[in-house]
């Protein structure tokens, strides 16, 4: 049995970097060694152009032409990113008369770089989905539509790399950060490989430094890093792929599963998106640590959120903060009245939604959690419950949010706006004994429930003090560890989830 999971987990995937495939392990062993005996020792730009070709080399092995296109955006971004540098450094001695041409010609280039970026992302991700909704909203009023329809191919990563290079130019606009050493820098800090994927998405500000100084093993840091991918692997394989075969059955035909596999798939499908993306970002920040840099948290337990603003502060952190830095924000906040405030938020969270992909469901999913912060917070914040004794109204008004969130997945999930409507329709609690029949049997959904719950304790004791339970941990004796490590990994690839229609490639890599 476990012979042949090994030789499973080996074969699968080899045609992609996936971070739970056989090709990753040797690709980041390989580089690991390479990085700390070799390149990390004298020269920062040295260090910084190995990381620059592992990196690109982990792109390229998803499909190599794409690696012209994240040249092209590190480069143009690098070089504008120069220009906006030197007007700065000029508007700081020039006069009252020379400045306002000074800040037109930097705001110039900073809509050089918006536009370039988001329209290269518009072309791939949206150009199919602008076009089809064009032709729809005409063709009720009577008029034919025909266009060419181009097979253009997603990059991936795009959304993800597009927004951490255009944030660099916003933030050197607005003063907010230095600028990049010299290029291989830049380009080492749009491309790290841990990252470059999915995210989490980081601010110049906060990364670039770190590609400016030389690192040292760590001991104590590689522990808890390995420890770190471990508990990522343990999120995605054991329990969001095994969830992934009950919900891809049940969405595959809503009305099959009426009644009580709807529901479950639905409940399923909230937890196999958190621990999916939440497992890629352990395992990102993990062996980014590995190499000795930083990456931001990206999820912080949102199943025990006690507000929905609370979720979304909890909630792919990265993406969610840099909405509201570069979108909520610039249009005015809660600053100009209530009203305004509403409608910036909905702006923001159907903008949030399309992100996520070129479909008119993602849309409505965004909107629908703009519309639960705008209309149930007010009544969520009646309550406060940060004492201990308010434990029953912490927990009522977190699964009342799960509630919520989870439904709003349909729309997220289904193919169609017509797919997520059936799961309202055919969502009661009748049906039990189909509960069996969408790929897990009884056992499978007894074990995946323990680990669900598994999950949710973890959480609970890691919400009251994360840093003090894992100092205790590391306190314990070798021995200890060490038979809870081996017993660890031992579980992963006895009990894990491989395969499937979906080669297990991670949700987020889609977006």
Known sequence: ????????????????????????????????????????????????????????????????????????????????????????????????????????????????????????????????????????????????????????????????????????TIDLYKRQTEPAK????????????????????????????????????????????????????????????????????????????????????IVFFAFQLYLDFSAYSDIAIGTAHLFGFQLRKNFNRPYLATSFGNFWKRWHISLSSWFQDYVYIPLGGNRKGAWRTRLNVLIVFALSGLWHGASWNFVIWGTLNALFLILLDPILNLTRCEKKDNFIIHFFKSIFIFACWALSLAFFRAQSFEAALDCFRYLDFSNAGNLLNFGLNAAELKLSALLIGILLLKEILWEKND???????????????????????????????????????FIYFQF
């Open 182 to 265: 010299n290029w291989i820098q830049f380009f080492a800090f749009v491309s790290f490989f841990p990252q470059l994927v999915a995210g989490p998405i980081e601010r110049a500000k906060n990364f670039l430094p770190q590609f400016d100084t030389l690192k040292k093993p760590d001991y104590p840091v590689f522990r808890s890093a390995l420890l770190l991918v471990a508990w990522g692997f343990f999120k995605k394989i054991m329990i969001a792929d095994r969830l992934a075969v009950y919900v891809d059955l049940v969405f595959k035909d809503i009305p099959a599963a009426e009644g009580l596999p709807v529901l479950l798939g």
């Open 1 to 168: 049995m476990i012979r042949n999971t090994i030789i499973t987990i080996f074969a699968q995937n080899l045609r992609n970097m996936l971070f739970n495939s056989f090709a990753f392990a040797v690709f980041l062993l390989i580089v690991f060694v390479l990085y700390w005996r070799f390149f990390n020792r004298k020269s920062v730009s040295l260090r910084n152009l190995f990381l620059l070709v592992a990196s690109y080399v982990f792109y390229g092995w998803w499909d190599w032409r794409f690696l012209s296109l994240i040249v092209i955006s590190s480069l143009m971004d690098f070089l504008l990113g120069c220009k906006i540098d030197t007007l700065n450094k000029r508007e700081d001695d020039a006069s009252d008369d020379a400045l306002p041409a000074l800040k037109r010609q930097k705001k110039n280039w900073l809509l050089v770089s918006i536009v370039v970026n988001l329209g290269f992302l518009g072309f791939f991700k949206y150009f199919g989905f602008f076009t089809e909704s064009l032709a729809a909203l005409l063709s009720t009023v009577g008029v034919s539509l025909s266009s060419t329809t181009l097979n253009i191919i997603l990059p991936v990563g795009i959304s993800f790399y597009t927004f951490q290079s255009l944030s660099y």
């Open 467 to 505: 840093t003090a339970v894992q100092k205790y941990f590391f306190k314990m004796p070798a021995i200890i560890r060490w038979i809870f490590y081996i017993a660890f990994v031992l579980s992963i690839v006895y009990y894990g989830q491989y395969g499937g229609d979906n080669e297990n490639s």
